[in-house]
């Protein structure tokens, strides 16, 4: 205690205050002057050894209380980190005087928030399990600029042919021969000025790519892969070269703000990028020859897996289809920031959000690839295989960014996919053996005795016996 300040003027006035007591009387007990109570209070003088066992000895309180507690302003952070609220204040000054100041004013701030959440989760859910049914819903009410760019880009197929043809146009111009990176940099050289420069991390800590319009320089950090450095210079040729038809692209999403409209940019940029990377018809020829195995393609077109997984979710010209696959990628915490497929990412039939999928037992298992067959609850089944993702690397003393994909397709393409030879069939049958059962999410499933379920499901009362404990800690009738 005597290493540290304590400063507990809020707390000390609350004390008084419930007991009745004035500056005066309190410091007489204490032994203190008033003025000394009094600049306590407002938290100009600290509290200490002494006085601290002596405020816990009159008043009967606990040290540890008098010494504060720090989960209110941590609790506060997360509150003001949201986006709806980032940038309203400076700094955590503000926060500490809050906690300190008015703690039953944090506490309900705190609550307010969490009840907001659970809220918007509960709606989204119920607006998912709607949508399901085929009952088109707008309750989801207002949205994040960000989640209005991904909820349109979800709900549609991932193929732009207007970016793939500009990408083919662009290809033909460049000539890149075995190396797009070169032909990339001279033309960005030679047709706009721009020189393309690899920068170190202390140069570059917080930026991927950044152009600098002064000096017609653009900087790559030296974090990323050689993989992601070249989609970095595809995307700003792409936005330079393809900026008429992702423009239109863009209008054709119709978003409802100048924000989500360039986060869209940008994700239609990346889309480009890809595109340019591996052409469509010579990427769809060897993929079908190699049945689809991701290896194989990225060594083939010098991408990484996940840029040769992304590319599998674009197969859908008409006339030179691919395999339908669907993708989805998480963070440890198991969020989900990128899901996408050839005829929409399947939200309806798949959910994504099973807590029993490959893509979140990947990160125990780096690097490897995992299969299985995954059955819905109306016996809908998919074929599905996960990998962990390496991000952009920095120093020794930083943690990596490590991200998975789940790539999934229904399970009939699995004579047709490489991944599908991995799955015990059953015998004359189109059904494989012990297939992994999931469902969309587990506010929306109604499986009986599932060891993973996290919440209970919106659909059902919960079964409160007595008398009877379930498999899970969420049992319903």
Not at 94 to 113: S, T
Not at 402 to 409: E, H, K, P, Q
């Amino acid at each position: 205690m005597a290493e540290r300040k304590i400063f507990a003027g809020p707390r000390i006035r609350r004390i008084r205050v419930d007991r009745g007591l004035t500056q005066s009387a309190m410091a007489d007990a204490l032994g203190v002057s008033p003025s000394y109570l009094n600049l306590i209070e407002r938290n100009q003088r600290p509290l200490t050894v002494p006085l601290l066992i002596k405020l816990a000895a009159t008043y009967k309180v606990d040290i540890d209380l008098l010494q504060g507690d720090d989960a209110p302003l941590v609790a506060l952070r997360e509150v003001f980190a949201d986006p709806l609220l980032a940038g309203e204040l400076p700094g955590d000054q503000e926060l500490v005087e809050v906690a300190q100041a008015a703690p039953n004013a944090a506490a309900g701030m705190i609550k307010l928030y969490r009840a907001y959440k659970e809220q918007a989760e509960r709606l989204s859910d119920l607006s998912d399990m709607l949508a399901r049914e085929g009952k088109g819903t707008s309750l989801a009410g207002a949205r994040l600029p960000l989640d209005a760019v991904r909820d349109a880009m979800e709900r549609r197929a991932n193929y732009f042919a207007a970016l793939e043809e500009e990408a083919e146009a662009f290809s033909k111009i460049l000539q890149p021969g075995d190396d797009l990176g070169a032909a990339l940099k001279a033309w960005l050289q030679r047709d706009h000025g721009i020189v393309v420069k690899v920068l170190p991390v202390a140069t570059m800590p917080n930026w991927r790519r950044r152009y600098d319009r002064h000096s017609h320089r653009l900087f790559i950090s030296e974090r990323l892969s050689p993989q992601d450095q070249l989609r970095e210079i595809a995307i700003e040729a792409g936005l330079i070269r393809a900026q008429v038809a992702i423009a239109a692209e863009v209008q054709a999403l119709k978003l409802g703000s100048d924000e989500a409209r360039r986060i869209a940019r940008f994700e239609l940029g990346r889309y480009f990028a890809h595109a340019l990377m591996m052409p469509y018809a010579p990427f769809l020829t060897a993929a079908k020859r190699a049945r689809y195995d991701i290896d194989v393609l990225r060594s083939r077109f010098s991408v990484s897996f996940e840029q040769a997984a992304t590319r599998l979710t674009m197969l859908a010209r008409p006339g030179q289809t691919g395999v339908p696959f669907f993708m989805m990628e998480v963070d440890h915490a198991g969020t989900r920031f990128r899901r996408a497929g050839t005829s929409a990412f399947p939200h309806g039939r798949f959910g994504g959000g099973c807590p029993k999928l490959p893509v979140h037992a990947a990160f125990a298992q780096a690097g490897q690839i995992l299969i299985e067959a995954a059955e819905m609850p109306d016996g809908a089944t998919f074929l599905v295989l996960a990998r962990t993702l390496e991000g952009p690397q920095g120093s020794f003393a930083e943690r990596p960014r490590r991200t998975a994909v789940l790539i999934g397709c229904d399970i009939e393409h699995r004579d047709a996919v490489i991944y599908g030879d991995a799955l015990p069939m059953l015998s004359g049958e189109g059904r494989p053996v012990a297939p992994v059962l999931i469902g969309p999410a587990c506010r929306l499933c109604e499986r009986v005795g599932c060891l993973s379920r996290a919440e209970p499901p919106l659909t059902r009362p919960l079964g409160l016996d007595e008398m009877v404990t379930g498999l899970s800690a969420f049992d319903f009738q």
